[in-house]
DNA sequence: AGCGCAGTTGCAAACGTTCGCAAGCTGGTG
DNA sequence: CACCAGCTTGCGAACGTTTGCAACTGCGCT
């Protein structure tokens, strides 16, 4: 293994030179950086990154936990924030908490003390999350926790571009199929809703409970909607649409001829299924992204003592129209086979 | 920060006596160690893991490298693999490459030096990766060069069993979709076809070109599937399967009817899509957690000396039958709205 | 010519852990 | 009772880097 120590026999300089000369170029000789930087090149040195972090208390590298690898929504969310960490030279390691809380808070104890922070994607138990971090840099991604810093997507605008479609299709009744009770994002979106509804006096919100997000909670959400009298209908996410879109077709309706079916996310099941949905779309990748800057940025600022105000960027929300939406047709047809 | 010198005094020993009672608790009489992980547990003391990764040199993290998070298939390997590191308590560095062989040439040049060893997923570039390593421990996913251990779905076991099943539907003119021509899967998929079909003497294989393994490649296929005059169809995966139905479709064909498709991995879009796919499934998560365990085995193995046999295990890979697969109906059908 | 100052460089002390070595202790044996 | 073996524990030296401090250089100023 090579070492600053065999860089410096090489470069004729002392092993101090050698570490100012790559860490701190611009505080050593032009001629002996350059002396410097031959070496390291010629020898192939690479940094003992143990021996640095020991030494110098920070790491170079982040911590990313997220719910679900296998959710699409959360891989590309990592792949965005991988990609960023990848160009800023830092490393990143992500864990995957399979939606358990312990497991999450786990994660997040084992991650604080060896990363410079931490992006907690979703975090189903932000509390104790914040209280595991012990007041390491954190970033929050599509949470709210007063104080700590965060990205998040537009849920708000999100949901009045989708409300502003449906109204323009002519529904008059919307019914929204809610996801996890605590999810934040589900707050959001029902607040988004509400606001956005208010805006007209015409239009009709029907909240319809809280469904798994998954297909089988699209299937199970149904019935209610059928029941609700709504034309149109907002779902938590695509997989929800894809389930609601089933049972319906089982009960002898088509969408989008006797019910309009807006989903969330714009996972890319979302343009394979039939038909394909009209849903709201977030560049996840660039939500990832986001959430590394601002936590590199919040690392930084503390380091350099003066205290970053934790503001919370949000990212465009846009409605991708496909085939899942049309306008309403009178009552009389609803039920025909 | 708490430290074993912390620890060491609140339980009253040396700080070589806290190192041992919790790195090898064997060599540490009972009642010594009980006190000092009172003390550590008391003190909520967490080893730093740079200072025993510079001293021990090495450090309890392993390496993974897929070629893009946001396909679902690597996305499930990376979770098996993450939760198998988990719980052998090992980290897991995962880096995305963005399907970019220099940039996974880079990645393993940069993971190398500061893990215990490397897992390559489906690596674009194995041969230069496996130098960029150094020697170090690597265990391949779903590649093969000799003499570097390997874990692998069984894919010679699954077309077989894919033909078996389309034979017995009564198909006797078979066409395979081919993915990229790098890939080592296609490959294999290939000469298990070849080696399956060769057992009968009633079926007959069409290798249809190669193809993106996305929606679009299984569009671009489809008419020369048509061509080829196969009744029935195996693709890459299930991404080609989904555009080959979807462009079949537009020509006026009915899958199942007029043409039985197979697809492969089993991802999530196989039973959402209509018809649900037919389709060959291996357990993806256990691939993952099997190349964990086949890495730690071998790091172990280098380090006490004795050579491990570098042999690969192969996981099953299963057909799991859904509705786009039925028996061929005579030719004048073909083509008829 | 003497002095101070800025720009460079080297010395040496950490950082927190692991581990080889040896010392201490206990109990069994000759 | 002396001795040895074996178990347990402590001492102290690494591991490779960063960084505060001090020393040295050469230059401009008084």
């Known amino acids: 293994m090579v070492t600053v120590h065999d860089v410096a026999r090489v470069a004729g300089v002392s092993i101090s030179t050698v570490s100012r000369a790559l860490a701190t170029p611009e505080k050593v000789a032009g001629p002996t950086r350059d002396r410097v930087e031959r070496a390291a090149r010629d020898l192939d040195y690479r940094p003992n990154r143990a021996a640095a972090v020991l030494r110098a208390g920070r790491s170079g590298a982040y911590g990313l936990v997220v719910p679900d690898l296998a959710n699409p929504y959360f891989a590309a969310v990592a792949k965005g924030a991988q990609a960023r960490a990848r160009e800023l030279g830092a490393g990143l390691f992500i864990v995957d908490t399979d939606e358990d809380p312990d497991l999450e808070a786990e994660a997040i104890g084992a991650l604080a003390p060896q990363t410079d922070g931490v992006v907690l994607c979703s975090p189903r138990a932000a509390d104790r999350a914040l209280g595991a971090l012990a007041g390491r840099p954190v970033v929050l991604v599509n949470h709210a926790v007063d104080g700590v810093p965060a990205v998040e997507a537009d849920h708000r605008g999100g949901m009045r571009r989708a409300l502003e479609h449906l109204r323009a299709l002519g529904h008059r009744r919307v019914a929204y199929v809610g996801g996890p009770e605590r999810s934040w994002s589900d707050h959001r979106r029902r607040a988004g809703l509400a606001d956005a509804s208010a805006a007209y006096d015409d239009v009709e919100i029907v909240e319809v409970g809280s469904f798994r997000p998954q297909v089988e909670g699209g299937q199970a959400a149904a019935d209610l909607v059928i029941a609700s009298g709504a034309t149109a209908v907002i779902t938590f996410n695509d997989l929800v649409a894809v389930?609601?879109?089933?049972?319906?077709?089982?009960?002898?309706?088509?969408?989008?001829?006797?019910?309009?079916?807006?989903?969330?996310?714009?996972?890319?099941?979302?343009s394979l299924v039939t038909p394909p949905l009209t849903t709201l779309s977030v560049d996840l990748h660039r939500l990832g992204r986001a959430a590394v800057d601002h936590l590199v940025a919040t690392a930084a600022g503390r380091r350099g003592g003066e205290g970053v105000a934790p503001d919370r960027p949000a990212l465009d929300v846009e409605l991708v129209v496909r085939s899942s939406t049309a306008p309403p047709v009178p009552d009389l047809t609803r039920g025909a086979p």
């Open 243 to 270: 389930g609601l879109v089933d049972r319906l077709r089982a009960r002898g309706l088509d969408v989008p001829r006797n019910l309009s079916v807006v989903g969330c996310d714009d996972s890319y099941v979302a």
